[in-house]
């Protein structure tokens, strides 16, 4: 849209140049140059302002690309941040889990020791026994 703008001003401008080659007085073609040196006075200052709109353009466009990336940074630090703790949190839980699961088979085994070894006093009662019948 402003580039159409541009093109418009342009050419409006160039009429008075274009009307140079049908003049041909003295007094005209001074003026002619002069009216020229002003158009293109107009279009250098119309090329700064568009120069300046689109250095505004890449000003703007590289500060949402550095907040940008300081955000996604943010959320990826925070990100990491919560999965280290969520790990740290499961590895805990499954070394307890294990853990107690340890617990109850040393409980388990010191059950079957207790009970072998009564199991193996009544075998020696019984043997002695029926060996004094």
């Known amino acids: 849209m ?3 703008e541009t093109e418009v001003m342009r050419k409006r401008m160039k009429l008075p140049v274009e009307e140079k080659e049908m003049i041909v007085g003295d007094g005209a073609v001074v003026e002619i140059v002069e009216d020229e040196s002003k158009i ?15 250095l505004e353009k890449i000003d703007r466009f590289t500060q949402l690309v550095s907040e940008l990336l300081e955000s996604g940074k943010s959320l990826f630090k925070e990100l990491s941040n919560e999965f280290e703790e969520r790990m740290i949190l499961i590895h805990k839980e499954q070394m307890e889990e294990w853990q107690e699961e340890i ?25 002695n026994v029926h060996n004094d019948s």
């Open 2 to 4: 402003e580039h159409e």
């Open 40 to 54: 293109h006075a107009a279009l250098s200052k119309q090329m700064e302002l568009d120069v300046n709109h689109i």
């Open 103 to 127: 617990k109850e088979l040393r409980l388990l085994d010191a059950s079957n020791e207790e009970i072998n070894s009564v199991l193996y006093n009544a075998r020696y009662l019984l043997q």
